[in-house]
């Protein structure tokens, strides 16, 4: 199965500042990549798919790029709803595989 | 509003079974995909299972391949997880989610909690 493995496991940022967060593939997973958010006690809210196209009523300071093996998820200025846990997905083979996750906590 | 609850979870002995659902509502349940993804304690997401829209194709991931079964009925908008054989390892908490394209999963349950353990 393919391996999603993100970095940094932590990121410390202020609000207001930009956060930028990686995934990365153990193979292609052309653009079939998405990102979740997690809030504890809260199910995953589905944030980017296909890479770099904004879920549903998802704010436009969230970004997506990358294809291949190499994703980023941008937060342009972090707002205090922002802090929580994001996981990249891959969607290319099955079985569907997530990353370990990154915590972006306030600085 | 699309509302997605699961139930059914519990504490079951090793070896043991149960049976999840869950309830959808607010929206075409017989178009979507549905899926069940679990998170044991202290780890990360996995992908159990996804059914299509009339049911006729499934998928599982091999940790859980011939002991547990995906189904649903879309006359009651419900998606259910038959779970034999349970194992020690399948203590998680189980989501279900609607497959948006390609299974990515838009709405997601608040998820049933299954201990197994003796």
């Known amino acids: 199965e393919i391996v999603m493995t993100q970095s940094p496991a932590t990121l410390s940022v202020s609000p207001g500042e930009r956060a930028t967060l990686s995934c990365r593939a153990s193979?292609?997973?052309?653009?079939?990549l998405a990102w979740y958010q997690r809030k504890p006690g809260q199910a995953p809210r589905l944030l980017m798919y296909l890479a770099s196209v904004r879920a549903t009523a998802i704010p436009a300071r969230f970004s997506g790029s990358g294809s291949g093996t190499e994703f980023t998820l941008t937060i342009s200025s972090l707002q205090s709803e922002d802090f929580a846990i994001y996981y990249c997905q891959q969607y290319n083979n099955w079985p569907n595989t997530f990353g370990q996750g990154t915590k972006l906590e306030i600085k | 509003e699309v509302q997605l609850v699961e139930s059914g979870g519990g504490l079951v002995q090793p070896g043991g079974s149960l049976r999840l659902s869950c309830a959808a509502s607010?929206?075409?349940?017989?178009?979507?995909?549905m899926h069940w993804v679990r998170q044991a304690p202290g780890k990360g997401l996995v992908w159990v299972s996804r059914i299509n829209s009339d049911g006729s194709s499934t998928n599982y991931a091999d940790s859980v391949k011939g002991r547990f079964t995906i189904s649903r009925d879309n006359a009651k908008n419900t998606v259910y997880l038959q779970m034999n054989s349970l194992r020690a390892e399948d203590t998680a908490v189980y989501y279900c989610?609607?497959?948006?394209?390609?299974?990515?999963?838009?709405?997601w349950g608040q998820g049933t909690l299954v201990t197994v353990s003796s």
């Open positions: 193979q292609s997973v052309s653009s079939n």
């Open positions: 989610g609607r497959d948006l394209v390609g299974a990515t999963l838009d709405w």
């Open positions: 607010g929206f075409t349940f017989n178009t979507y995909w």
